[in-house]
Every structure is written in C-alpha cells, then in structure tokens.
C-alpha cells in the first residue's frame, strides 16, 4: 500500500480556512453577547465571561467536537546577517518569551470521541501546524478509554507530550517530540494520579 503525501498548499489552506471560521464564530459569539449586556448595570453586577470559551462549550455541545489550538507571530525585523529574535543570555533557560521567539506557529487541533456504550469510548485526533510557512502534522491518533473502568487511556498514532512548561524561557522540561507508537496515559495511582 502507498501513502501520498498531502500536497502543502491544500493543507495549509485548509488549516487556515478552519481557523478563519473558528475565528469568525469567536468574534460573532462575543458581538452577540455584547449586544445583549444592558449598558447601565453596574460593573459589580456584570457577569465576567469568557467569550472563547462559551463559544467552544456551545460547538462541543452541539457536535461533540473537540477543539484546540496556540498560535503566535508577529513580525520581526534586523539588519542584513543578524538574528530575527532568539537573543539569549547563553544558558538553556536564557531564551525569554514577549516578542523574541523570532518566528510564527500555529497548531490546530480537532478530536472526537464516540460512545461505544458500558463507559467505553473510542476517539480520533488531529492536529496540523504551521511554523514560518511550512505546514505538517503534530498529531494523528486514535485513543480508547473506559475498557479498564477508571480514568486510564490508551492510544495510537502520532503524538507528542510536553509536561512542565517554563513559559517564560520558552522551554518544556520533559518533551518526548513528536513520535509514532502507543501508550497509556492518565493511570490512576491512588492519591498520586491525576
């Protein structure tokens, strides 16, 4: 059997297409709810949401559709032979965030999980990216939860974790990459489990 590899360009249009219409419902949900707050209440008596979040519960409501996602980018200008960002201090945790990463991401994600009755649920993922106008894959899997009857799932695919992120100097801590292959993930070990 012989795989093609997704011609670039349609990939990239389709991310972006998805993420122009994520954005178009954003905006939509937040003009809505503008709309409907009365202008002469109190701020005390305001109810602070988030409109992202309503917007992504009601869609998951709806479809049962997962959505996730992290962009940045910005534009980035230097003289001819020197660094676009990037600048650090000279150690591993030297390279601060707020404008110097010097380059521009975005990761899509979209999943479902479907019921097989008893518990049991079966899931797909996907989640393409965008880094300085290459795109790829993140993650492509498939997971399985409830067989064992606790929190515990497997999967399979391509994926990738990233666990205690420094957020300021841009570094995770523990990151296997991005690899193909299987496991288990959020097994319960009594008061140390998730």
Do not use: C
């Amino acid at each position: 059997m012989k795989f093609r590899k997704p011609n670039r360009l349609a990939t990239t249009a389709a991310t972006t297409a998805a993420a122009l219409v994520l954005l178009a419902g954003i905006h939509g949900l937040a003009h809505a709810q503008s709309m409907d707050t009365p202008t002469d209440a109190p701020p005390e008596a305001e109810v602070k949401t988030d409109p992202t979040k309503d917007f992504i519960k009601k869609v998951n409501d709806a479809t049962g559709l997962e959505f996730w996602g992290y962009g940045r980018g910005g534009f980035f200008g230097a003289p001819k032979g020197a660094p676009k960002g990037g600048y650090s201090l000279g150690g591993d945790l030297q390279k601060y965030r707020l404008g110097n990463e010097g380059d521009n991401y975005l990761e899509f994600g979209i999943g479902k999980k479907f019921d097989l009755g008893g518990g049991i649920k079966w899931g797909v993922f996907y989640m393409p990216t965008i880094y300085n106008g290459k795109s790829g894959t993140a993650q492509a899997y498939f997971s399985l939860s409830g067989i064992f009857g606790n929190s515990a799932t497997l999967w399979a695919g391509q994926r990738y974790h990233r666990i205690q992120d420094v957020h300021i100097v841009d570094k995770w801590v523990v990151e296997d990459g991005d690899n193909y292959g299987a496991g288990i993930d959020d097994i319960p070990l009594g008061g140390l489990g998730r």
